[in-house]
């Protein structure tokens, strides 16, 4: 417990000591001039996280480059670390995150570079204590007025958490996996009419995991490789709404013998739109069918509608409301089944109730349909919290989240509560 504490309190005395020394360093003046002036309103940016002149970062100036460190120190108590029906056992969760973002400054083109990490400590059930981090590369290069090329690298090493679907209850502590994802794309417009074509794979490989009543559980049967690529046509029918045809194919290979009767290849077709309605509702909508079919003879194909998309609406310039949903076919480590098909919507609400402080509420609903053998789950949530920006070096962030997991299976639901705070210093 004294290493414990010992960490979160020497993170957070060496953000106090940056804070203090920080507004003595020159380069503060130059990117002043960088700042956005306070009284424009960003255009498809939600309150949250529009630019706020008096409290964002100011970067370190490199060359043509940004540089933004952060840290942040999250305290959390969490009702049910474990995510079971009965006996829930709760714990407190120190998690901290340094991070490290660097943005180019170039009137063509653009390159931005990242990289962050997580590392929880849990007060007493250290077996759940995870490190992770992610490093990250995105770019564009600007070909012709209307023509350019995008492209994205990035690892994760990644823990799955105790509620999600595809996690092993058995499991003595939390499965590490690594997931590798790389994307590339073209954009080409002739006056009204624009076409894009994207392409997407991800490499997943999991880590043996001990088991409670000893023993180890390989999950190298999980290890694979996804594949997505597909155009998409849109044609500014007025101004402000772009209809659009979008095709997508993908291909999940397995690498375990063992597991590649799991392979399949399947596609969606989504006709929807884009919308900028005087930059008070901005986003994009769509809907479609989607298939995926599988190798083993013994596992059912998958389709249906499809829908997806998120829509922003700035009633005011000080509230915000976002509108996320999704639908896709996703894979599982069920034998009985050959997926689940995960529908997903959530509303949130944001608003400035001073320039230094914000507050934020949202609602969520997923479910999950497995295909194969009559599972079905449905998982209601609520998330209540806000920001303090205290200067423009330190904010807090006090949260609330509820989550309820039903499922129609034996023990397989569960009710969790989580209170956090969070400090974050940046640069």
């Known amino acids: 417990m ?99 973002a660097v943005h180019s400054d170039w009137n063509q083109h653009a390159l931005n570079l990242g990289i962050s990490v997580d590392s929880a400590v849990y007060g007493t059930h250290t077996s ?50 690594n997931q590798l994802t790389g994307r590339v794309g073209g954009s080409y417009g002739v006056g009204r009419l624009s076409t894009r074509l994207n392409g997407s794979v991800n490499v997943y490989s999991y880590d043996t995991t001990r088991l409670t009543g000893g023993g180890t559980q390989d999950n190298s049967g999980r290890d694979r490789a996804e594949y997505e690529v597909g155009p998409r046509v849109a044609f500014e029918l007025v101004p ?45 909508i769509y809907t479609g069918y989607m ?25 005011t310039g000080l509230t915000s409301v976002i509108l996320n949903a999704s639908r896709t076919v996703e894979e599982t480590t069920n034998a009985a089944a050959s997926g689940y098909l995960s529908s997903n919507v959530s509303l949130r609400l944001e608003h400035e109730l001073m320039r230094s402080v914000v507050a934020y509420g949202s609602v969520a609903y997923a479910q999950n349909d497995y295909v194969g053998n009559g599972q079905k789950e449905t998982i209601p949530q609520a998330t209540l919290g806000g920001e303090y920006y205290i200067n423009r070096y330190f904010s807090v962030s006090p949260e609330y989240s509820y989550k309820k997991k039903n499922s129609n299976q034996v023990s397989g639901s569960y009710t969790d509560h989580l209170v956090s705070l969070r400090l974050s210093g940046k640069l």
């Not at 596992?299 to 700035?314: H, R």
């Open 291 to 315: 298939a995926q079919n599988y190798e083993g003879a013994q596992l059912q194909g998958i389709s249906g509608i499809g829908f997806g998309g998120s829509l922003l609406w700035n009633p």
């Open 128 to 177: 759940e204590n995870y490190n992770e981090f992610n490093v990250n590369a995105d770019g564009r290069v600007d070909v012709l007025r209307d023509a350019y090329v995008t492209g994205a690298l990035q690892f994760k090493r990644l823990h799955e958490d105790r509620g999600d679907p595809n996690a092993n209850a058995a499991a003595a502590e939390p499965t590490m996996y």
């Open 2 to 100: 004294k290493k414990y504490w010992s960490g979160a309190i020497t993170t957070i005395g060496f953000m106090c000591a940056v804070g203090a020394i920080v507004p003595q360093v020159a380069f503060a003046q130059d990117a002043k001039k960088e700042t956005p002036d306070a009284s424009q309103v960003a255009r498809g940016v939600s309150v949250v996280n529009r630019p706020r002149p008096d409290f964002d970062a100011l970067g370190l100036r490199v060359g043509s480059f940004l540089v933004f460190p952060k840290a942040d120190v999250k305290e959390t108590y969490n009702s049910n670390i474990y995510a079971t029906q009965n006996s829930a056992i709760s714990d407190f969760i120190t998690v901290l995150s340094p991070s490290l």
């Open 240 to 284: 402000g709404v772009t209809p659009f045809v979008e095709t997508l194919a993908n291909w999940r290979r397995y690498t375990a013998q063992a597991s590649q009767y799991r392979n399949s290849s399947g596609y969606r077709v989504n006709v929807g739109t884009s919308l900028d309605l005087g930059g008070v509702i901005t986003g994009n």
